[in-house]
């Protein structure tokens, strides 16, 4: 039997108040993005896959106490899910509580086609600092830029450069990391310097902006595959370029 692999989603975004619409914002928006989905179920303690009557007036009564329930399509031939997690002040950036939203869809070519909206609509929909969608065999590549070893400090896979921990990054709109589709805000994209019409000739080719005036990046046409010489070329000029990202800009 084959395993399907999947499209990991995060964006991060500042803490939920008591009445914020960001998580029905994020969870519509998901929907409008992939036709014809649904996330209308929840998964029970049980771990049983219930049908939520109300989506919306339970995720208003989850939001109001600050939390960001995982809900789902219930299809598990085709499983989409989307929730949050509340990242504390001391292990965010510049001490600031932040949400991070994590979403995952099965990486096929209906999802691959409309994957760039996605990661829009989700993060302009939470108003996010920044964000990525990323295949999740890269996903692990980069989740070892910032893993420390037992011996200390990270020690990334491929060549790529080790990476600040998050609560050692020097403000919330600075992204960590670089994925296959990028999300940067308006204030993200000015941190990091983007975009130099003469620099990032290239980016801007496969770069729109958002509704919200940020930018989504894409930088490779197909699905970030760091067994792909080209694609991990790609990431390797991308993190020179922008020094800025994981904190590894000089002081």
């Given at each position: 039997m084959t395993t399907r692999s999947s499209l990991l989603l995060n964006a991060y975004a500042s803490e939920l108040v008591e009445k914020d619409g960001r998580t029905i914002a994020a969870v519509h928006g998901l929907e409008r993005a992939l036709p014809g989905l649904r996330l209308e179920s929840?998964?029970?303690?049980a771990r049983k896959i219930s049908i939520l009557p109300q989506?919306?007036?339970?995720?208003a009564k989850a939001t109001a106490r600050r939390e960001f329930p995982l809900v789902c399509n219930g299809d598990e031939s085709f499983p989409v899910m989307i929730s949050g997690l509340m990242t504390p002040a001391a292990q965010s950036p510049a001490r600031q509580p932040l949400l991070d939203v994590q979403a995952e869809?099965?990486?096929v070519p209906t999802v691959i086609t409309v994957a760039a909206n996605v990661i829009e609509a989700v993060a302009d929909g939470l108003r996010a600092f920044w964000g990525h969608a990323t295949p999740e065999g890269a996903a692990?590549?980069?989740t070892y830029q910032t893993a420390p070893t037992l011996q200390g400090p990270p020690s990334p896979r491929r060549g790529l450069p080790a990476l600040k921990l998050f609560e050692h990054i020097r403000a919330p709109e600075i992204p960590y990391?670089?994925?296959?589709?990028?999300?940067?805000?308006?204030?993200a994209a000015q941190a990091i310097g983007f975009p130099d019409p003469t620099r990032d000739a290239e980016l801007l080719s496969r770069a729109r902006r958002t509704a919200t005036g940020g930018w989504i990046v894409q930088l490779t046409d197909a699905p970030l595959d760091l067994d792909n010489p080209a694609h991990l070329d790609a990431l390797l000029r991308t993190y020179e370029r922008f020094p800025e990202i994981g904190g590894r800009a000089a002081p």
């Amino acid at each position: 039997m084959t395993t399907r692999s999947s499209l990991l989603l995060n964006a991060y975004a500042s803490e939920l108040v008591e009445k914020d619409g960001r998580t029905i914002a994020a969870v519509h928006g998901l929907e409008r993005a992939l036709p014809g989905l649904r996330l209308e179920s929840e998964v029970t303690e049980a771990r049983k896959i219930s049908i939520l009557p109300q989506r919306d007036e339970w995720l208003a009564k989850a939001t109001a106490r600050r939390e960001f329930p995982l809900v789902c399509n219930g299809d598990e031939s085709f499983p989409v899910m989307i929730s949050g997690l509340m990242t504390p002040a001391a292990q965010s950036p510049a001490r600031q509580p932040l949400l991070d939203v994590q979403a995952e869809l099965p990486l096929v070519p209906t999802v691959i086609t409309v994957a760039a909206n996605v990661i829009e609509a989700v993060a302009d929909g939470l108003r996010a600092f920044w964000g990525h969608a990323t295949p999740e065999g890269a996903a692990l590549d980069i989740t070892y830029q910032t893993a420390p070893t037992l011996q200390g400090p990270p020690s990334p896979r491929r060549g790529l450069p080790a990476l600040k921990l998050f609560e050692h990054i020097r403000a919330p709109e600075i992204p960590y990391y670089l994925g296959w589709l990028n999300y940067w805000s308006a204030a993200a994209a000015q941190a990091i310097g983007f975009p130099d019409p003469t620099r990032d000739a290239e980016l801007l080719s496969r770069a729109r902006r958002t509704a919200t005036g940020g930018w989504i990046v894409q930088l490779t046409d197909a699905p970030l595959d760091l067994d792909n010489p080209a694609h991990l070329d790609a990431l390797l000029r991308t993190y020179e370029r922008f020094p800025e990202i994981g904190g590894r800009a000089a002081p």
